[in-house]
């Protein structure tokens, strides 16, 4: 008995015996003291032993099957119906060795069973994995729930990266856009991003009567891949763009800046796509770069269909000297705006995709709503009903105000 491994936490584990008989409860307990288990509890029968579960918390359950009041399977089928119980493991010690015995037994709920007479080794070597597992399984559990609590917090710091209520609110009054946004990672963290920065004044433009002041730029990002190593680099494309003074550069020359600092930056192999544009209130227009990202849909009151524009242009962070051209797209007082992740048009349908052209006509079924945020719930529920989205999905619905 003296040769068996050590098992690190033997002897903080606790174990209850439930045998009827008080020279058997005695023998375990000896025998468990002997192999380095201390903290033992003992009851007579299975309803004295479900009594004591919330104060002792056992690690492991010995269990005699034939008990009067309350016999052993019955106590396993009921302790397997408590939520806080059903995984605690339990090795039923009993004289009955019929295989139909050992069948019932682990139907009411039993891990292991041994039979009596009791080999003092055996038992002992059976306590011992036991407990080791539970103690296995308890720091995978507290593992887990650690993990869960720091991708939480990390996930909130993400959601924190892009504007709040609050500064939407703040440019809508100050530029004359309102800016609807989704944002939902495939896992718990996501490679998306967006951001937007408004100037007062835009170089070289005065205010135009009833259409806000100044200059709008509105910028989306999607990152190669997911979870932690996507969402670090939308940390690291935050920070470059806070320490960049965007007042004079066009959408091209923006992503010019953020393209040389990202190859600097990202592993290689890892690259983003990225659309960056300008709100241009006096010309009535948004003029944007792409630098591979979906195509940028607009209407306008009235319009029957969105119009696309053109998202070619190479990823970042895949060559330092790349420049980016710049288009442009109507957007008259009252028109409208939709940017989104290609999480949204690669739903499968059939052996395809859904694409842009198929996302376009669903666009269309909702362009008379008015509220952007009903907009962006209704058709969100359109594409789910579609398929499943695997991907990172980003969304926004930008509306000049007429």
Request: hydrophobic share 45%; aromatic share 6%.
């Amino acid at each position: 008995m003296n040769d068996l491994p050590e098992v690190p936490g033997l002897e903080t584990a606790r174990v209850l015996v439930v045998d009827d008989n008080r020279v058997n409860r005695h023998l375990l307990q000896a025998l468990l003291e002997r192999g380095g288990v201390t903290r033992i509890d003992m009851a007579e029968d299975g309803n004295d032993a479900l009594a004591r579960l919330d104060a002792f918390r056992p690690d492991l359950i010995l269990l005699d099957l034939m008990m009067p009041n309350l016999d052993g399977f019955e106590m396993c089928r009921r302790l397997r119906a408590m939520p806080a119980w059903k995984d605690l493991p339990v090795l039923v010690q009993s004289s009955l060795n019929r295989a139909e015995d050992r069948a019932k037994a682990f139907a009411a709920g039993a891990t292991d069973y041994v039979t009596k007479p009791i080999n003092a080794v055996e038992l002992l070597a059976r306590v011992r994995i036991h407990l080791q597992n539970r103690a296995l399984l308890r720091d995978l559990q507290r593992f887990h729930e650690r993990t869960e609590s720091e991708l939480s917090l990390a996930r909130k710091m993400q959601e924190r990266l892009m504007p709040s209520p609050e500064r939407l609110a703040e440019v809508e009054a100050a530029a004359g856009v309102g800016i609807a946004a989704h944002f939902a990672p495939s896992s718990e963290l996501g490679g998306d991003f967006w951001d937007l920065r408004h100037d007062a004044v835009a170089p070289g433009q005065g205010q135009v009567q009833g259409q806000g002041q100044g200059r709008t730029m509105l910028y989306m990002v999607d990152f190669s891949g997911h979870g932690v190593g996507a969402a670090l680099n939308t940390f690291r494309l935050h920070a470059i763009c806070q320490q960049m003074d965007m007042s004079g550069l066009t959408p091209g020359e923006f992503l010019s800046t953020v393209n040389r600092r990202l190859c600097a930056l990202l592993p290689n192999g890892q690259f983003a796509t990225m659309l960056a544009g300008v709100v241009e209130p006096a010309e009535n227009r948004f003029v944007y770069a792409s630098a591979g990202s979906t195509r940028p849909m607009v209407w306008a009151p009235g319009d029957a269909e969105p119009l696309l524009g053109d998202s070619a242009g190479l990823p970042l962070g895949l060559l330092a000297s790349a420049e980016y051209e710049e288009r442009s797209l109507p957007l008259p007082p009252g028109g409208r705006l939709f940017l989104y992740s290609d999480g949204a048009i690669e739903i499968p349908v059939g052996n395809d995709v859904l694409d842009e052209p198929g996302l376009a006509a669903l666009v269309a079924e909702r362009m008379g709503e008015t509220d952007g945020g009903r907009f962006l719930d209704g058709l969100l529920d359109r594409l789910r009903a579609i398929g499943p989205i695997d991907d990172d999905l980003t969304a926004l619905l930008l509306t000049r105000k007429g």
